[in-house]
């Protein structure tokens, strides 16, 4: 079979998760799902989703989009119920006006959950569980931390791209622009796949959608040949990474505490995941559906 991100190497082994996952404020956990699941299952967890998240899986024209949504929604609740020790169908979210998801303030469990304060709502309460999640080709994955902004992206390289070069002329900085241009053609995919979720996964993380231009913040190293040095992967407690780089944009004040780490969690898929600060420690595990 073709490999479809020539000098990216996956992750070899996704552990099984404990029973009671304790989530630490210098841990972020790191969990994949597959969206392949038994039709029984994607029943069950179609019950768990609120009005609002029904719409939407009703919205989509494809079967198997829908499917999709269904079991990365379902999933993130199966999740989130996990933590807080609660039924995942009594999971109730809000949003903020970009859109993103947060959890209504409430007291469950062995956590505390307040609305954070950059969600825009004022509150100040500790113990605040973030989480994000992406999904692409059969693969979900979810992001948890605490008291820390997160954001996670994944794609499937099997996706057709009808053309990068345009797409990094539109959403990169011109410096960017003329560090990714000219690279070997064999790595062009895998450079463009690991930037292009660095880009998704800081936004997700800011949590103010497309508000903030592709184009006012950086990813990348500062030269070409840092960046092909970058994407030499490297193992860190067997998790495959690119060096860790630290953001720089104008829009953001605390963008300075920012850490990327890049990564292929399976054969054929790019992903990063962002987190506020450096020293935080990844964890993470494979959830697999029962028949």
Known sequence: MKN?????????HWPDPPRDPSLPENEVH????????????????RETLDEQELRRADRFRFSQHRRHFIVARGGLRV???RYLQRPPEQID??????GKPFLKDTDIGHCEQKMPDHAGTGDSGTGAIEFNLSHSGEIALYA?????RVGIDIEWAGRKINDSEQIITRF?????????????????????LACWTRKEAYIKALGKGLSLPLDQFEIIPTS????????????????????????????????????????????????????????????????????
């Open 144 to 148: 948890f931390s605490l008291n820390r």
């Open 4 to 12: 479809l991100l020539p000098g990216a190497r996956a992750l070899p």
């Open 172 to 192: 990169f900085s011109p410096r960017e622009v003329e560090v990714l241009s000219g690279l070997p053609a064999h790595l062009d995919k895998t450079v463009f």
């Open 93 to 98: 979210f809000e949003y903020n006006q970009y």
């Open 224 to 291: 070409r040949k840092a960046l092909l040095t970058n994407h030499r992967m490297e193992f860190n407690r067997e998790l495959p990474i690119l060096n860790d780089i630290s953001v720089s944009t104008t829009d953001d004040s605390r963008a300075a505490c920012w850490t990327i780490r890049t990564f292929t969690p399976d054969a054929d898929y790019m992903a990063t995941i962002v987190a506020e600060g450096r020293k935080w420690e990844t964890r993470y595990w494979r959830w697999k559906w029962d028949v």
């Open 30 to 45: 790191i969990w994949r799902l597959p969206l392949i699941a038994p039709e029984t299952r994607i029943r069950a967890l």
């Open 79 to 81: 999740l989130l119920g």
